[in-house]
T-cell receptor, first 118, second 112 residues
Framework: EADIYQTPRYLVIGTGKKITLECSQT?????MYWYQQDPGMELHLIHY???????EKGDLSSESTVSRIRTEHFPLTLESARPSHTSQYLC?????????????????FGPGTRLLVL | QKEVEQDPGPLSVPEGAIVSLNCTYS??????FMWYRQYSRKGPELLMY????GNKEDGRFTAQVDKSSKYISLFIRDSQPSDSATYLC????????????FGAGTILRVKS
C-alpha cells in the first residue's frame, strides 16, 4: 500500500473561507500531483510538481494554488471557497525514472479529500 | 471529443463471470497504458501497466493493448464480489510529458 496521506478526509465549509488540503508522502518521490474527481467524470489534473520549488498548473483551470517547499509535502490552498469547488480532490506521487521502458509513470494515490462548500 | 473514451457502466455480473472492460483513445502518441481500480471512498490503485502493444497477465487479470485499433482492454477471470469497484484506464506518452490522461471509469458490480 502506498504511503501517501491526505487530510482532512472530509470537509464541509462555508462560501468565502480559506482552506488548505494537505498531502504528504513518505516514499521520497520527486513528482506530485493534484487531481479533481467528480462522479462519473475523468480525473482532471489541476496542479503538479516535479520537485522542490517546482509547481505547474495542470490541464483543468483551477482557482487553487500549491506550494512545494519540502519533497514530502504538497499542500493545495483555496483562498476563497465557492460551491463550484465542491468535489473530491486526489493527491498522487510518482518516482523519477530515467529509463524509457520502465514503470515511469506509476502514480500512487492518496485516499482523497471530499470537499463540500455550502 | 474526449481523448479517452470509457463506457461508464454500471456493469453487473454474477460471481465467477469473465469481465471485459474497455477503453478507446484517439491519439496515437500514447505509449504507456494503465488500469487503476478505485474502491468507494478510496484513491485509485494501480492494477496493471503495459508499454506499447501486447498482452500482460497478472493472476486473474489480463491487460491487452491494440495500438493499431487504439483500443485497450482489461479482462478479469473468475470475478469475485471483492472486484466490485470503479476501473479507470489511463494512458501517457512523451508528448504529454508523461502526465496521465484518464478515462471516466467503469463501475463494476460482481454479485454473489
Amino acid at each position: 500500500e502506498a504511503d501517501i496521506y491526505q487530510t482532512p478526509r472530509y470537509l464541509v465549509i462555508g462560501t468565502g473561507k480559506k482552506i488548505t488540503l494537505e498531502c504528504s508522502q513518505t516514499m521520497g518521490h520527486d513528482k506530485m500531483y493534484w487531481y479533481q474527481q467528480d462522479p462519473g467524470m475523468e480525473l482532471h489534473l489541476i496542479h503538479y510538481s516535479y520537485g522542490v520549488n517546482s509547481t505547474e498548473k495542470g490541464d483543468l483551470s483551477s482557482e487553487s494554488t500549491v506550494s512545494r517547499i519540502r519533497t514530502e509535502h504538497f499542500p493545495l490552498t483555496l483562498e476563497s471557497a465557492r460551491p463550484s469547488h465542491t468535489s473530491q480532490y486526489l493527491c498522487a506521487s510518482s518516482p523519477h525514472m530515467s529509463s524509457t521502458n520502465t514503470l515511469q509513470e506509476t502514480q500512487y494515490f492518496g485516499p482523497g479529500t471530499r470537499l463540500l462548500v455550502l | 471529443q474526449k481523448e479517452v473514451e470509457q463506457d461508464p457502466g454500471p456493469l453487473s455480473v454474477p460471481e465467477g463471470a469473465i469481465v471485459s472492460l474497455n477503453c478507446t483513445y484517439s491519439n496515437s502518441a500514447f505509449q504507456y497504458f494503465m488500469w487503476y481500480r478505485q474502491y468507494s471512498r478510496k484513491g485509485p490503485e494501480l492494477l496493471m501497466y503495459t508499454y506499447s502493444s501486447g498482452n500482460k497477465e497478472d493472476g486473474r487479470f489480463t491487460a491487452q493493448v491494440d495500438k493499431s485499433s487504439k483500443y485497450i482492454s482489461l479482462f478479469i477471470r473468475d470475478s469475485q464480489p471483492s472486484d466490485s469497484a470503479t476501473y479507470l484506464c489511463a494512458m501517457s506518452g512523451m508528448e504529454y510529458g508523461n502526465k496521465l490522461v484518464f478515462g471516466a471509469g467503469t463501475i463494476l458490480r460482481v454479485k454473489s
